[in-house]
């Protein structure tokens, strides 16, 4: 195959979102995100087939194809399996090529990367398995304020006076939420009191393992501009987001494939 027409493909098939990435020799073509809904499968499916859509590339024409996530051993295709923390720090890299700490702010789990100077994974960290630790403590939050998950981080930035959060466990921060409101805590407030307890649990990753610039701020969480701001804080550091910080393990993958393929790895 002419090597300006070779096509690769990275899947990354998350716990609330199955991403995709295709990429040829030298750009981006096209990427696609849905809802999983808990059928890693059919969204895989669906996923691949509205990006090659888009990027007018048919399956055959692909190259390779690098899956990761929780749900990768679920591929409906035939796929090379890769960690997520390894195409996280070959996307981020790839974007970011200064970055030396990378933070994954997902549904389940927060984690820490520290890459060397080369790019190579150091050591990782995450977070305890607990709704506190991941993005889905913003997702039950919003249920309980009655708002959209986007409107958290502009309504945060608002907050003269955050809510200090006296708990690190999920069910019983949901409960003090409740009081809270009750209390007549502003809704800005109280978002802003969970973004600095998001962010002080990635911090401590992040001091453990030894704090070093450039610091990326990737997955959901880099969508949340009161989360970033919160992170960035925390840290005393100008954390970078990617433009969409979603796609950066998807990207990695594809851009492993690539690798792969011609040898460089």
Known sequence: MNGYRAYYVGVDMGSAFVKAVLINRKQIMAHEILSSGGHYKETARKVLDQMLSKGRVNFAELSGIVVTGIGAESAPFQARQISDISCQAAGCRSLFPSVRIVIDIGGQFT????????????????????????????????????????????????????????????????????????????????????HRALAAKAAVLVKRLGMERDVVLTGGGGEDSGLVSAVSEALEVDVLVPEQPQLTAALGAALLAKEEKSGTR
């Not at 999920?170 to 800005?188: D, L």
């Open 111 to 194: 984690r820490a990367v520290k890459l060397t100077p080369q790019g190579k994974i150091a050591n990782f960290l995450m977070s305890e398995k607990c709704a506190t630790g991941s993005g889905r403590f913003l997702q039950v939050i919003a249920r309980i304020l009655r708002i959209n998950v986007e409107d958290i981080g502009p309504l945060s930035l608002k907050s003269q006076s955050p809510v200090e959060f006296s708990t690190n466990c999920a069910v019983f921060a949901e409960s003090e939420t409740i009081s809270r409101i009750a209390e007549g805590a502003r809704m800005e407030d109280i978002l802003a009191g969970v």
